[in-house]
């Protein structure tokens, strides 16, 4: 009952998340104006945004225009639900530093949504996730140390490789997802992830590539993905790292 309360709790949030997604990017309040249609620019009704129910009661149609509703906010709702309730089931506790891993991966679902549509965040949409990580735990310490040994790394590799290519290998934000991976997850699980974020990542890249489409592939999406599988498989990563290690 109490996942389902989280569950209840996370896809509210995914229906503020959508907003800021839709709006920041663009500059716009997320206060005023009110919610409406993007299209016919009607304010909504209240029960026009019940988080999913509305979606499937308007059968993913605006009430006023009938213009198609982006599956994006059901989508980005359910994810949002999942991600909390899934961080309550994880740590069977609700305090201060749940709540702060708990805002980590919703920040990093806004960025990996607003890098898919954009190719590009803003600033503090940067530096949210990273700051959220470092509080995750009580050895904040620890968490910024590994937060900055993850960022100076991936800074050297991203100067390294883009001297030898001649063009930018890497964005500012995927270096703070990088660090995110350190405060979050530790050395040597951070590494597992940034690894499972690249196999991810292999995926898209081979049907750009068979599709013979010329698209940038944004990387935070799938470090961001490997860093919660990482996180919530934690311990079957665990026992994978003591087989190769033993």
């Known amino acids: 009952m109490d996942i389902l309360i989280f569950f209840i709790f996370g896809i509210v949030i995914g229906s503020f998340l959508n907003v800021v997604i839709l709006r920041v990017p663009k500059k716009e309040s997320i206060a005023f104006p009110a919610s409406h249609c993007p299209t016919c620019k009607t304010p909504l009704k209240w029960w026009h945004n019940i988080p999913i129910f509305s ?27 999942f991600i909390v309730a899934s961080v309550y089931y994880k740590t069977g506790e609700f305090n201060i530093f749940s709540l702060m891993l708990t805002l980590s991966f919703l920040s990093l679902l806004v960025s990996s949504i607003v890098d898919l ?49 001649n ?25 597992m992830a940034i690894f499972l974020g690249a196999i991810f990542a292999i995926f898209p890249s081979i049907y750009n590539r068979l599709a013979k489409k010329d698209l940038e592939l944004p990387f935070i999406p799938f470090l961001s993905l490997g860093l919660f599988v990482v996180w919530f498989f934690h311990f079957q990563f665990l026992r994978i790292w003591e087989f190769l290690y033993a």
Not at 121 to 128: A, D, F, K
Not at 153 to 163: K, L, N
């Open 55 to 81: 979606y499937i009661a308007l059968k993913g149609k605006c009430a006023f225009c009938k213009e198609k509703i982006s599956i994006q906010y059901p989508i980005i709702e359910l994810i949002s639900g």
């Open 117 to 165: 549509k954009y190719k590009a965040i803003t600033y503090i949409m940067n530096v949210l996730p990273v700051t959220f990580a470092i509080f995750s735990s009580p050895n904040i310490l620890e968490n910024f140390t590994n937060a900055l040994l993850f960022a100076g790394g991936a800074v050297f590799i991203r100067d390294y490789i883009s001297a030898m290519i």
């Open 167 to 191: 063009k930018e290998a890497m964005g500012d934000g995927d270096i703070l997802v990088f660090a995110t991976m350190g405060a979050i997850l530790g050395i040597k699980f951070a590494l």
